[in-house]
Nanobody, 114 residues
């Protein structure tokens, strides 16, 4: 199993980024997936989840209305569209595969700063 995140970077407040998580080594469509983030000095927190079919999503309150989780099962790729970014969104963002065995990607840095 391999999860590889990409798309992070430096963006000004109010800007947008789209993160991707390319999955391999398992049948992507049969697993729920999640995005987490970890800011400096803080614990890792759940940001958003999506079921295997992409029909059910959930978000932490702080990102509702600004972030959108989605997936393309034909490409085995998970996405996180982030709009109206705030400095508090600065963190390393990780994708995670649900299931009996949990797998994490290596993370991608998102920095929101002017």
């Amino acid at each position: 199993v391999q999860l590889v995140e990409s798309g992070g970077g430096l963006v000004q407040p109010g800007g947008s980024l789209r993160l991707s998580c390319a999955a391999s080594g398992f049948t992507f469509s049969t697993y729920g997936m999640s995005w987490y983030r970890q800011a400096p000095g803080k614990e890792r927190e759940l940001v958003a989840t999506i079921n295997g079919g992409g029909t059910i999503t959930n978000y932490v309150d702080s990102v509702k209305g600004r972030f959108t989780i989605s997936r393309d099962n034909t490409k085995s790729t998970l996405y996180l569209q982030m709009n109206s970014l705030k400095p508090d969104d600065t963190a390393i963002y990780y994708c995670k595969r649900a299931g009996f065995n949990v797998y994490w990607g290596q993370g991608t840095q998102v920095t929101v700063s002017s």
